[in-house]
């Protein structure tokens, strides 16, 4: 078993172990020993294995999860495990992917009609059976019936982070063979799509074959699909993601790559361009139509060019507009994630966060940050132990006193203030002037109509103190809709009085995302992009909401934590 592995079981395990309603501690030990165990560089098997070394050894392992581990290792499986799986069957975990269901509803389910699977949940509400139970009513009904449908229908979808980690260590496995092949990874992964169906690696060079038998042996791999000598394709991991490899001749290599890496909406676009230029463009090349000569295909820019067009960046191949930029030359120079200089949204052992404020300052400026802002939760989200004013005046003293230590790094003070359902904020302003930014989020209400939501924001940007706003859709992605309002108007409305919007880098939201960015871009507004990191590891999360952002066709310009301190500092007046 290696780390990640061992990781993801304590994960499932405490899933489990909410469902089952163990208290949060004992649930928190485990998943925290998750990530201690995915972040270690070692294996834990090697350290078990050594007689001179102590698995409690390491920060954050106490006894308890010691033993687990060592059971899981030995046996693949541990008592508090054990005693899990026999309550609940793993179905149950499914049921968590469910937005709108919390563990506690699963386990009251469970217990009264014994059911654990998706398709059975569905069956008891669509009966409206599940109204039978105490507190739980039609309109539940319908919330799960409305989160099963969006469930369903990003089924066979993942993370953008969790495809790119995958391809990452494919890659770097198939490259130790040092046999100087070159990998590439194509698809929606290269277009920075916030969700991946599947993964496309093309590999060219002179021993493809090598790198197809490597590939289909690789440890996490779970299922071959198909094994040929230019192609395979297989399942990795217990969540199952699909990796398709492609061996290619590498005079057709930039046909391939620009073929596979779609969209199929832009291939198909470019085709049309080609056809009417007497040409013809295949994933093997461009050909002049009349006698077939090749004329373009060993790189991806000859065939843009051939075409009459400059290169295209991956991100934009969406077919919405930039192929007729490239034709005139007005493609935006995107952003890039060198220029980013600040992380402007991030929580700390104040509120949710794992780290200290000082741990997180002292890992963003490893990271080459300039300034940071500390936004921890407010009061209404008392879940995450949100501050409320007296705690917030304390924090921003410390917070003062800890960003004196560095000429060349400040941290701000910061807070993400709840919006409360009347667009009214939670802490008072009284408090929110002395913060030197505000991000105002919604985290409760978000079924209200859409006229209510937009009143509700309108009345938050009348708020001086706001700086931005956070999540502006509150998506998650694969799990829960974006909540509705009038967009437009809303932007429009903060363009004007100067409240700039949030790119959330989280992989699990990407909100702003394509195509809200390109609706808010043209209303002048100004962006962020910050992490919201709860742990110093989610810093690199920041490449994400740099894709997003390209993705939505915005600049250097659009960025606002690209400016240095003083010029940042100068975009918060209102
Ligand atoms: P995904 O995997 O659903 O996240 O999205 P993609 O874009 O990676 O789609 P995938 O894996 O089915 O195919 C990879 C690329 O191959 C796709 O972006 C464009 C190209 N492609 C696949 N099928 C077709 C097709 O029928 N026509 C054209 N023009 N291109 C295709
Ligand atoms: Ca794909
Ligand atoms: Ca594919
Ligand atoms: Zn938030």
């Known amino acids: 078993m290696d ?8 994960e499932e395990t405490a899933d489990l172990m909410e469902i089952a ?40 392992i106490g006894k308890s999860i010691a033993s687990a581990l060592k059971d ?42 014994r059911i654990s699977t998706i398709d ?3 069956q008891l509400c669509r009966d409206g059976k599940l109204r039978e139970l105490p507190r739980m009513g039609e309109k539940l009904e319908h919330r799960i019936l409305r989160g099963i449908e969006i ?44 969700t991946i169906g599947d993964v496309d690696l093309l590999v060219t060079g002179p021993k493809t074959t090598n790198a197809i038998d490597r590939f289909v042996e690789h440890p996490s791999v779970n299922e071959i699909l198909v094994h040929g000598d230019t192609k395979a394709s297989v399942t990795v991991g217990r969540e199952g993601l699909q990796v398709d490899v492609r061996a290619l001749e590498t005079d057709s290599y930039g046909a391939a790559l620009q073929y596979f890496t779609g969209s199929k909406e832009h291939n198909v676009a470019l085709r049309e361009r080609a056809v009417r230029m007497g040409l013809r463009l295949n994933e093997y090349g461009l050909y002049r139509n009349d006698d077939g000569t090749k004329i373009a295909g060993q790189c991806e820019t000859s065939i843009y060019e051939a075409l009459g067009l400059s290169w295209i960046p991956p991100e934009l191949r969406e077919n919405t507009g930039e192929i007729e930029a490239a034709a005139e030359g007005t493609l935006p120079e995107l952003i890039r994630a060198d220029e980013i200089v600040a992380d402007l949204h991030m929580h700390t052992t104040e509120s949710d966060g794992y780290f200290s404020m000082n741990e997180m300052a002292e890992a963003a400026r490893k990271k080459g940050y300039q300034y940071i802002a500390i936004t921890d939760h407010s009061k209404a989200l008392a879940m995450a132990n949100g501050l409320d004013e007296s705690r917030l005046l304390k924090q921003i003293k410390q917070i003062r006193e800890a960003s004196e230590r560095w000429e060349d790094f400040t941290i701000l003070s910061g807070c993400e203030v709840d919006i409360l359902q009347n667009g009214k904020l939670d802490i008072d302003n009284e408090v929110l002037a002395q913060l030197d930014l505000v991000i105002a989020s ?36 694969l799990r829960r809709d974006p909540y509705v309002y009038d967009f437009e108007r809303v932007v429009a409305e903060a363009s004007k009085c100067n409240v700039h919007i949030e790119i959330n880098a989280s992989p699990e939201r990407l909100d702003l995302g394509f195509p809200h960015l390109r609706v808010a871009k043209s209303s002048g507004v100004k962006f962020t992009i910050s992490t919201d990191a709860h742990h110093t590891k989610h810093f690199d999360n920041m490449q994400y909401g740099v894709l997003s952002a390209r993705r939505g066709w915005l600049t250097v310009n659009d960025v606002l934590n690209t400016l240095s301190l003083e010029k940042f500092l100068k975009t918060l007046v209102r």
Request: charged share 25%.
């Open 3 to 10: 780390n990640k592995k061992i990781a993801d079981t304590l």
């Open 21 to 60: 309603g163990i208290d949060g501690f004992r649930i928190r030990s485990y998943r925290n020993a998750a990530q201690i165990v995915a972040s270690l560089s070692e294996p834990i098997v090697t350290i078990l294995q050594d007689s001179d070394r102590n698995i409690t050894d390491i920060k954050g």
């Open 72 to 113: 899981l290792i030995e046996r693949g499986s541990f008592s508090r495990r054990d005693e899990m799986l026999e309550k609940y069957p793993p179905t149950a975990l499914e049921l968590l992917k469910i937005s709108g269901l919390g563990p506690k509803t699963i386990a009251t389910i469970h217990h009264h009609f």
């Open 120 to 122: 059975g949940l569905e």
């Open 151 to 194: 469930y369903k229908r990003n089924a066979g979808r993942f993370l953008i982070n969790f495809a790119h980690q995958t391809a990452i260590e494919l890659v770097n496995y198939l490259n130790e063979n040092n046999d100087s092949n070159d990998i590439t990874a194509a698809g929606s992964l290269r277009r920075g799509k916030e």
């Open 442 to 477: 919604v985290h409760s209400h978000m079924d209200i109509e859409s006229e209510k939501m937009t009143d509700r924001l309108l009345h938050v940007l009348e708020n001086p103190y706001v700086n931005i706003l956070g999540h502006p859709t509150g998506r998650l992605l």
